[in-house]
């Protein structure tokens, strides 16, 4: 089941990366008609990407090549932002408008040292799915601003409780664990909550 969910997710993100990238899409083609000289900036850098590639290729990483041609890339570039001003235009009008910034919809980040974890826009689809399954419909009155530990005695009975701080200290020690657990949810190296007790409890 929970893998079954997790395909269907990674099915959705990939539909809204498509269409996000098919929106930019058209939003370049529309505004490339109206001003054609941005369309020619385009192909210029494109073209300088792809003869920088060949010559790196065919002749090394050569200094001199690599900074005049980086430099006439920054050019381009800065021909581009000026016209988008000038016109009013957002300099990211032309980029995909992800509904995640983090993870571009993939549901994935990649760390600077390769490694990859799941997004925490993703992790809060699994979670949001886990609440909704569970019937917990009463979370804008029973959380932790709402939490009362005055209902808990203050008496310190090892023998009743098992315990040599009272249920009082107890809870509030068991409170301040989950709030940690919530602070920490996105952090990969911190450790799950495990709860256990007889059948029925909550």
Partial sequence: MANELLNSLLKEYENKKLMAELDSEKRKDDL???????????????????NTAKNILKNGNQLEEQKELERKVAILKQEKENILKELNIPSDYLKPHYECIL??????????????????????????????????????????STFNPNIFSDEVDVAKY???????KNILNIKDKCIEFVENFDNPNYKNLLFTGN???R
Avoid: H, V, W
Wanted: glycine residues 2%; positive net charge; charged residues 30%.
């Fill in 103 to 144: 993870c571009n919809d993939t549901g994935y980040i990649t760390d600077n040292n390769y490694r990859t974890t799941m997004c925490s826009c993703l992790k809060q689809k699994l979670l949001d799915y886990s609440f909704n399954k569970s019937n917990m419909s009463n979370l804008d009155k029973e959380n932790f």
């Fill in 162 to 168: 098992r315990f040599n701080i009272s249920p009082r």
């Fill in 32 to 50: 490339y008609k109206k001003f054609p000289k941005l369309k020619d900036i385009e192909d210029e850098l494109n073209s300088f990407a792809i």
């Fill in 199 to 201: 059948t029925g409890l």
